[in-house]
């Protein structure tokens, strides 16, 4: 391909998403004097790179080959004079519409600064949010479903009422984040710290919270469906009162946690490895005192030995 071509290419997706070269540089770690190059068509990224900046920029691979053309592309071009004497310039405007025709223009916030930015009520599904200073920012009532946020600042952020449904948030501060009332379904949190983020009159289903340390986190009038907390540390956390339903929570950190009052149907508490006498103290030290189970829940706890004072099965 014309490196001159793709450069031009590279220069337009990136201005399209409002980003500097060293923003992009810093998300693909490499030198802003390396992205320079490729957009002066002195040099060409690989094929991994090409590929890495069709997922930064939100577009598909054919983007970057020679025969697609930009807008800015199709302007520098002239049209040839037909038979007639007439240009086909009106004829292909009708026939060939702009690569990134009907698509939202502004589809990554990556690398960005927008601490304290309002996006309340905004819809703005399938973004990304990848290395950006988010500290503070409202995004209550937003649609954000099937965003991705990534080695991001949220802390403190609002996300009350927002939609973040399909959205991956792995690898953020979300200390201080408020999550109340915001629809959590199939969305996956991940090496994250969700030190004193609050979830609170919220349903959560098919949600993933693995491996995290939620030993801070406040849960508050929840129910859990189909939630996988594996090999989370909850140590000390209240959940008391709360409905949990098909939720998983092997070979988490346990140790302290009082689910008083609480609701359990179909609720795994195995180790993924032998039990341990360290795991088989942590289990005995929960407190379950007046709450409901299935009679498999309650078995299962039993059988390891848990003390169920008050459990009602049902």
């Known amino acids: 391909m014309d490196t001159k071509i793709l450069g031009d290419k590279i220069v337009y997706a990136r201005k399209e998403n409002r980003m500097s070269q060293a923003q992009l540089a810093n998300l693909l770690f490499i030198s802003p004097q390396a992205v320079g190059k490729w957009e002066r068509g002195e ?7 090409i590929h890495r900046l069709a997922e930064i920029f939100n577009l598909d691979l054919n983007y970057f080959s020679e025969n697609l053309q930009t807008k800015t592309e199709e302007g520098s071009s002239k049209d040839p004079v037909s038979v007639t004497g007439e240009t086909e310039q ?8 702009s690569v990134l025709k009907n698509e939202p223009l502004l589809t990554s916030f990556s690398g960005s600064a927008l601490a ?3 996006f309340a009520g905004v819809s703005a599904p399938k973004r990304k949010f990848w290395g950006s200073d988010l500290k503070g920012t409202d995004f209550s009532e937003a649609d954000l479903s099937g965003s991705s946020f990534k080695n991001s600042d949220i802390s403190d952020s609002n996300f009350e009422g927002a939609d973040l449904t399909d959205c991956t948030l792995s690898n953020n501060n979300l200390s201080g984040t408020n999550f109340k009332k ?21 349903k959560l289903t098919d949600v993933k919270m693995v491996g995290g340390d939620l030993r801070k986190t406040v849960f508050e009038n929840c ?8 090999s989370s540390d909850m140590s000390g956390l209240c959940l008391d009162g709360q409905l949990f339903i098909n939720v998983k929570f092997d070979n988490a950190g346990l140790k302290g946690v009082s689910f008083k009052g ?38 299962a706890l039993k059988g390891a030995g848990v003390d169920l004072p008050n459990v009602t099965k049902v």
Do not use: C, Q, W
Request: charged residues 30%.
């Open 182 to 202: 915001a629809i959590l379904l199939g969305t996956e949190f991940s090496s994250s710290d969700l030190t004193h983020a609050r979830f609170t009159d919220i």
């Open 262 to 299: 609480a609701a359990l149907k179909n609720v795994s508490f195995r180790s993924t490895f032998t039990l341990t006498n360290r795991y088989y103290k942590a289990l005995k030290s929960i407190d379950f005192e007046g709450a409901m189970m299935d009679k498999l829940t309650y078995a």
């Open 90 to 97: 009106k004829e292909e405007k009708k026939t060939e519409p």
């Open 223 to 230: 129910e859990f469906d189909g939630v996988d907390f594996s």
């Open 116 to 118: 304290e930015t309002d």
């Open 43 to 49: 040099s060409v990224p690989d094929f991994i790179t």
